[in-house]
């Protein structure tokens, strides 16, 4: 079956300007999770979906990062007015449900942000 | 703050040879800890993990110890191939904390013929 796919595969934006990335995760995984990674750095946690539960935006790293989801499918993290520190590769990742025990995560081939 | 670290940006060895990735961690809340590998322009698959009660877990070539005093992890490849070249990444989660990975920065392996 399809893996998890993201779009773009590759943006880029000038300062100031909104982006809105997609992620279609595997059918029936019902947990889906946005990183990021900026160049030289690890993954980096931004946000976690879980069924119809409350997500978790703990890692978001501003009020001008948002992402929704779609029941147990799609789902778009949306920066407005980009900076650029916000430049990196933003990866998706599925699993099936996350709750009493480690779920294997499957990643997406990320969008690559650049911000002029 | 960075709580899982992967002090060796870069690592070389030769085929057939052992590769030995190292791992350290801060956060002792961490209870699963995962080797993710990833090729350029790919996201990343999960190689091989170890939950906090054990101290080795084996799959075939790869092996990944844990040394929970030391909080330290290490993964051995045996043999090293050349399509292990890829740059390999340390990650860990808490129990209970809906999965979510925090990861080391990572270590780019190179397996020279």
């Known amino acids: 079956g399809a893996g998890v796919s993201q779009s773009p595969s590759n943006k880029v934006t000038e300062k100031g300007k909104d982006v809105e990335l997609r992620c279609d995760p595997i059918?029936?995984?019902?947990?889906l999770y946005w990183y990021r990674q900026r160049l030289g750095q690890g993954l980096e946690f931004l946000i976690y979906?879980?069924?119809?539960?409350?997500?978790?935006k703990s890692g978001l790293p501003s009020d001008r990062f948002s992402a929704e989801r779609t029941g147990e499918s799609v789902s778009t993290l949306t920066i407005q007015r980009t900076q650029q520190e916000d430049s990196a590769v933003y990866l998706c990742?599925?699993?099936?449900?996350?709750?009493?025990?480690?779920?294997?995560?499957?990643f997406g081939p990320g969008t690559r942000l650049t911000v002029l | 703050d960075q709580q899982v670290k992967q002090n060796s940006p870069s690592l070389s060895v030769q085929e057939g040879r052992i590769s030995i990735l190292n791992c350290d961690y801060t956060n002792s809340m961490f209870d699963y800890f995962l080797w993710y590998k990833k090729y350029p322009a790919e996201g990343p698959t999960f190689l091989i993990s170890i939950s906090s009660i054990k101290d080795k877990n084996e799959d075939g070539r790869f092996t990944v110890f844990l040394n929970k005093s030391a909080k330290h992890l290490s993964l051995h490849i045996v043999p090293s191939q050349p399509g292990d070249s890829a740059v390999y990444f340390c990650a860990a989660t808490e129990g209970g904390g809906g999965n979510k990975l925090t990861f080391g920065t990572g270590t780019q392996l190179k397996v020279e013929l």
């Open positions: 979906f879980q069924g119809n539960s409350a997500p978790d």
């Open positions: 990742a599925s699993s099936l449900e996350a709750s009493g025990g480690y779920r294997e995560q499957f």
């Open positions: 059918s029936g995984h019902t947990a």
